[in-house]
């Protein structure tokens, strides 16, 4: 069972213009997300996180919005650049993120300069 | 360079080989994890370590699949007898759970390809 889903496998978008990329959960447990970055033949790097406590955090051109009635989240990229494609991946953990991490399958965004 | 560390980078060996995986997590980071990602999926959790203690196995693991943390320092990742369907990025990953909310951090990785 696909307890983090995340059901766009690509997106593209322009350089400048906004990057949106969703997740969805089925886990009420979940309480800490997170996003990684992971480029070909190398290791997730983590980009950000919220709380459950919380629906909005910042840093920098990411932003990730939580709705947890409708047990969504999604990432905001503006604006996009060239150097953000990559594969995106969504995360979640119970326990304030002590738990393991269930993931997603990943979103392969592409910036197109 | 204070990030995770894995070794090897990239492995090849023939089915039935046994190999061994290696990964020194972040300095003084009490949890420790394995996962394992193969093309087109997220990375998909195996294992993972509070200091020298392994709190959680998958269900998914075959016992062809072992791991340990004996100082609570670095880990090894056993597999013995590999098969193809072994062949897969493995992940370590640490954390420190001291404070809340704390996000996991990963090494490059070992690519495992069994021909």
């Known amino acids: 069972d696909q307890q983090v889903k995340q059901n766009s496998p690509s997106l593209s978008v322009q350089e400048g213009r906004i990057s949106i990329l969703n997740c969805d959960y089925t886990?009420?447990?979940?309480?800490?997300f997170l996003w990684y970055k992971k480029y070909p033949a190398e290791g997730p790097t983590f980009l950000i996180s919220?709380?459950?406590?919380?629906d909005k955090n910042e840093d920098g051109r990411f932003t990730v919005f939580l709705n947890k009635s409708a047990k969504h989240l999604s990432l905001h990229i503006v604006p996009s650049q060239p150097g953000d494609s990559a594969v995106y991946f969504c995360?979640?953990?119970?326990?304030?993120?002590?738990?393991?991490?269930?993931f997603g399958k990943g979103t392969k965004l592409t910036v197109n300069p | 360079d204070t990030g995770v560390s894995q070794d090897p980078r990239h492995k090849i060996t023939k089915r039935g080989q046994n190999v061994t995986f290696r990964c020194d997590p972040i300095?003084?980071?009490?949890?420790l994890y394995w996962y394992r990602q193969t093309l087109g999926q997220g990375p998909e959790f195996l294992t993972y370590?509070?200091?020298?203690?392994?709190?959680?196995k998958s269900r998914l693991l075959s016992d062809r699949f072992s791991a340990e943390r004996p100082k609570g320092s670095f880990s090894t990742l056993e597999i013995q007898r590999t098969e193809q369907g072994d062949s897969a990025m493995y992940l370590c990953?640490?954390?420190?759970?001291?404070?809340?909310?704390?996000?996991?951090?990963f090494g490059q990785g070992t690519r495992l390809t069994v021909v």
């Open positions: 990953a640490s954390s420190d759970t001291s404070a809340m909310n704390t996000e996991a951090f």
């Open positions: 886990n009420s447990m979940f309480d800490y």
């Open positions: 919220i709380s459950s406590i919380k």
């Open positions: 995360a979640a953990s119970a326990q304030g993120g002590s738990e393991k991490l269930v």
């Open positions: 300095s003084e980071h009490n949890r």
């Open positions: 370590f509070q200091n020298e203690a392994q709190l959680e």
